[in-house]
């Protein structure tokens, strides 16, 4: 990942993030003052909940700049593919989630970012693909390394998109806070010394992660 990148990405997230605690803070002075039934405390909410959002981003742009800093202890691989789909489908109850991960393998990660990478994956899958079809969790191993595919029947990335794993390249318009999910993943990737792709198989997109293998501890 390029350095000079990730360092702007950090100051970015800094910066910003010092504006964001003003608005917020601000916002919530507002909220006890203004009557609640009143046109204006609608809007000054409208103002939080917008604040709240850039904060959430934020500590996803954080989470990039810092994946080369990540804390690594093996990681059980089915175990976070399980965890993240049945996470997303309370959440997601309309879109079905297939796993097969019966692999016993461990990756050298922080647990909190390999569940983050997986429920990134998922989303970008449920975003693309048509209402009600499934995604689908594959989990193999080769002899030095764990293999994640996510696929969905969404129509693919196109080619003129370029580099999809920096920062704010998207197939998605009038979305806040897109552009950030598969520079997480590629991040989580890259600092392990490991890869991620994107590409065709059939009518499916498979997003492709090759994730070296640590022994359990």
Same mark, same amino acid.
């Given at each position: &990942?390029?350095?000079?990148?990730?360092?702007?990405?950090?100051? $970015?997230?800094?910066?910003? @993030? @010092?504006?964001?605690?003003?608005?917020?803070?601000?916002?919530?002075?507002?909220?006890?003052? $203004?009557?609640?039934?009143? #046109?204006?405390?609608?809007?000054?909410?409208?103002?939080?909940?917008?604040?709240?959002? &850039?904060?959430?981003?934020?500590?996803?742009? !954080?989470?990039?700049?810092?994946?080369?800093? &990540?804390?690594? #202890?093996?990681?059980?691989?089915?175990?976070?593919?399980?965890? /993240?789909?049945?996470?997303?489908? *309370?959440?997601? /109850?309309?879109?079905?989630?297939?796993?097969?991960?019966?692999?016993?393998?461990?990756? %050298?990660a922080?647990?909190?970012?390999?569940?983050?990478?997986? +429920?990134? $994956?998922?989303?970008?899958?449920?975003?693309?693909?048509?209402?009600?079809?499934?995604?689908?969790?594959?989990?193999?191993?080769?002899?030095?390394h764990?293999?994640?595919?996510?696929?969905?029947?969404?129509?693919?990335?196109?080619?003129?998109?370029?580099?999809?794993? *920096?920062?704010?390249? !998207?197939?998605?318009?009038?979305?806040?806070?897109?552009? &950030?999910?598969?520079?997480?993943?590629?991040?989580?990737? /890259?600092?392990? %010394?490991?890869?991620?792709?994107?590409? *065709?198989?059939?009518?499916?997109t498979?997003?492709?992660?090759?994730?070296?293998?640590? +022994?359990?501890?």
């Amino acid at each position: &990942m390029d350095d000079t990148l990730i360092r702007y990405a950090r100051q $970015l997230s800094h910066d910003l @993030n @010092n504006f964001t605690t003003v608005v917020r803070t601000y916002s919530e002075l507002l909220l006890t003052e $203004l009557p609640a039934a009143t #046109s204006t405390h609608a809007d000054v909410a409208e103002i939080q909940r917008a604040a709240e959002s &850039m904060v959430q981003y934020l500590q996803r742009v !954080t989470r990039f700049a810092r994946a080369s800093s &990540m804390r690594r #202890s093996p990681v059980a691989v089915d175990a976070g593919l399980e965890d /993240a789909a049945t996470t997303f489908q *309370r959440l997601v /109850a309309s879109r079905p989630v297939a796993v097969t991960a019966t692999t016993n393998a461990f990756i %050298g990660a922080e647990a909190t970012w390999w569940r983050e990478v997986l +429920a990134e $994956l998922l989303q970008n899958a449920h975003e693309a693909a048509p209402a009600g079809a499934p995604i689908e969790v594959r989990a193999s191993t080769t002899p030095t390394h764990a293999v994640v595919e996510v696929r969905d029947t969404g129509p693919g990335f196109p080619s003129s998109l370029g580099n999809l794993g *920096r920062p704010f390249v !998207t197939t998605k318009s009038g979305v806040r806070g897109a552009g &950030m999910g598969l520079a997480l993943v590629t991040a989580f990737a /890259a600092a392990q %010394g490991g890869t991620v792709s994107f590409g *065709r198989d059939g009518q499916e997109t498979v997003v492709r992660l090759e994730l070296p293998l640590v +022994a359990p501890q």
